[in-house]
């Protein structure tokens, strides 16, 4: 008797092998450090001009170096300038001059409206007849000027063709008198002053000729009779 026995398979399965990867994170930290620089620019240049108060009056300064702006009389292009800042409280003319024996050089002066860089030029003035300076009788600059009230002006003292070294600026604002009358508008109304002081002007009717005043420069806007009064509680002399 034969037996056959049927063969035998052994069939090995190994299981998959699944390899998971490693992910190594880094993380880096950066520290962001921020820096705020300042500038401030010199005093009596257009970025930052010198105030001179409403009620006006004398400043000194000393100009040197080259400059940085010009004005449009003169040759003030290259000589160094200092720049004001001025407010009339009043609306009329005012005076701005160099005319000193403390102003040492050939000066040009210019003011501009609104702006200092930017700005209109609405006067110049350079060699001012009669306007002295300590290097020369017409050395000066003097300035008339109709201002008005709350208006910011940018008072440059300049050198002329290079010139620059020590000088008093003077302003006079509108103070009523013939030199500096206050304006009134068109339109008129109702104004209050205070007369005081001594008398510079008088009148043709009357003895006015002892008593101070205060003058005013008026340009009507219509033409024909216009009246004139200080009747009224509030005049009281």
């Known amino acids: 008797t034969t037996t056959i026995a049927p063969p035998t398979t052994t069939?090995?399965?190994?299981?998959?092998?699944?390899?998971?990867?490693?992910?190594?994170?880094t993380t880096t930290s950066s520290t962001t450090s921020t820096s705020s620089t300042s500038t401030?620019?010199?005093?009596?240049?257009?970025?930052n001009p010198v105030t001179i108060a409403a009620a006006g009056g004398t400043v000194s300064g000393t100009t040197s170096g080259a400059g940085s702006q010009a004005g449009s009389c003169g040759q003030s292009g290259t000589a160094g300038e200092r720049v004001y800042k001025w407010t009339p409280a009043d609306s009329g003319v005012a005076t701005i001059q160099t005319c000193s024996t403390g102003t040492a050089y050939d000066t040009v002066v210019y003011v501009r409206s609104s702006a200092c860089t930017a700005?209109?030029?609405?006067?110049?003035?350079?060699?001012?007849?009669?306007?002295?300076?300590?290097?020369?009788?017409?050395h000066g600059s003097r300035i008339t000027l109709a201002v008005t009230a709350g208006q910011t002006y940018y008072l440059v003292v300049d050198g002329y063709a290079g010139k620059t070294g020590a000088f008093n600026l003077t302003v006079?604002?509108?103070?009523?008198?013939?030199?500096?009358?206050?304006?009134?508008?068109?339109?008129?109304g109702a104004f209050?002053?205070?007369?005081?002081?001594?008398?510079?002007?008088?009148?043709?009717?009357?003895?006015?000729?002892?008593?101070?005043?205060?003058?005013?420069?008026?340009?009507?806007?219509?033409?024909?009779?216009?009246?004139?009064e200080t009747c009224g509680t509030g005049t009281n002399y």
């Open 40 to 47: 401030t620019l010199p005093p009596g240049s257009c970025g």
């Open 119 to 138: 700005g209109t030029e609405v006067a110049c003035s350079v060699d001012t007849t009669g306007c002295g300076t300590a290097s020369g009788p017409n």
């Open 192 to 228: 209050t002053r205070t007369t005081t002081g001594g008398s510079q002007q008088s009148g043709t009717c009357a003895a006015s000729g002892s008593a101070p005043e205060v003058v005013y420069r008026w340009i009507p806007g219509t033409s024909g009779a216009a009246r004139l």
């Open 172 to 188: 006079f604002p509108p103070n009523g008198t013939c030199a500096n009358p206050f304006t009134l508008p068109a339109a008129g």
């Open 11 to 25: 069939t090995t399965i190994a299981a998959p092998t699944t390899t998971i990867p490693t992910t190594s994170t």
